[in-house]
Protein backbone atom coordinates (compact mmCIF):
# COMPACT_ATOMS: atom_id res chain seq x y z
CA UNK A 1 0.00 0.00 0.00
CA UNK A 2 2.66 2.27 1.30
CA UNK A 3 4.40 1.91 -2.37
CA UNK A 4 2.16 2.72 -4.38
CA UNK A 5 1.50 5.80 -2.49
CA UNK A 6 4.91 6.49 -3.30
CA UNK A 7 4.93 5.82 -7.01
CA UNK A 8 1.87 8.07 -7.27
CA UNK A 9 3.38 10.88 -5.61
CA UNK A 10 6.69 10.27 -7.85
CA UNK A 11 4.13 9.87 -10.84
CA UNK A 12 2.82 13.64 -9.90
CA UNK A 13 6.06 15.01 -8.97
CA UNK A 14 6.97 13.96 -12.59
CA UNK A 15 4.44 15.34 -13.95
CA UNK A 16 4.34 18.83 -12.47
CA UNK A 17 8.05 19.10 -13.65
CA UNK A 18 7.22 18.07 -17.04
CA UNK A 19 4.70 20.86 -17.76
CA UNK A 20 6.82 23.35 -15.50
CA UNK A 21 9.24 23.02 -17.65
CA UNK A 22 7.27 23.35 -20.76
CA UNK A 23 5.42 26.36 -19.64
CA UNK A 24 8.34 28.44 -18.63
CA UNK A 25 7.66 27.64 -14.98
CA UNK A 26 10.46 26.71 -11.90
CA UNK A 27 10.53 23.12 -12.46
CA UNK A 28 11.57 21.72 -9.19
CA UNK A 29 9.64 23.98 -7.15
CA UNK A 30 6.76 22.47 -8.73
CA UNK A 31 7.78 18.97 -8.69
CA UNK A 32 7.72 19.02 -4.85
CA UNK A 33 4.96 21.04 -5.45
CA UNK A 34 3.43 18.08 -7.06
CA UNK A 35 4.73 15.41 -4.51
CA UNK A 36 3.50 17.30 -1.51
CA UNK A 37 -0.39 18.26 -2.68
CA UNK A 38 -0.62 16.39 -5.48
CA UNK A 39 -3.00 16.35 -8.29
CA UNK A 40 -4.09 20.16 -6.90
CA UNK A 41 -1.31 21.13 -8.01
CA UNK A 42 -1.50 19.86 -10.95
CA UNK A 43 -4.41 21.69 -11.79
CA UNK A 44 -3.18 24.71 -10.52
CA UNK A 45 0.24 24.29 -13.15
CA UNK A 46 -2.46 24.00 -15.85
CA UNK A 47 -5.05 26.52 -15.17
CA UNK A 48 -1.58 29.19 -14.74
CA UNK A 49 -0.65 28.50 -18.24
CA UNK A 50 2.53 29.52 -19.79
CA UNK A 51 4.87 32.84 -18.71
CA UNK A 52 5.20 35.86 -20.39
CA UNK A 53 8.88 35.24 -21.21
CA UNK A 54 8.08 31.45 -22.55
CA UNK A 55 5.04 33.11 -24.45
CA UNK A 56 7.64 35.57 -25.93
CA UNK A 57 10.09 33.06 -26.66
CA UNK A 58 8.05 31.35 -28.46
CA UNK A 59 7.05 33.63 -30.63
CA UNK A 60 10.79 34.68 -31.24
CA UNK A 61 11.07 31.14 -32.62
CA UNK A 62 8.10 30.87 -35.00
CA UNK A 63 9.23 34.36 -36.42
CA UNK A 64 12.82 32.93 -37.17
CA UNK A 65 11.37 29.88 -38.79
CA UNK A 66 9.10 31.26 -40.68
CA UNK A 67 12.19 33.62 -42.24
CA UNK A 68 14.38 30.58 -42.78
Known amino acids: MELGF ?16 QRGHNAIGWAFGGA ?13 GSTDEKRLADSV ?3 KAAKE
Open 36 to 48: LFGLLSTALLLII
Open 6 to 21: LIGMLLVAWLNHYLAT
Open 61 to 63: EAI
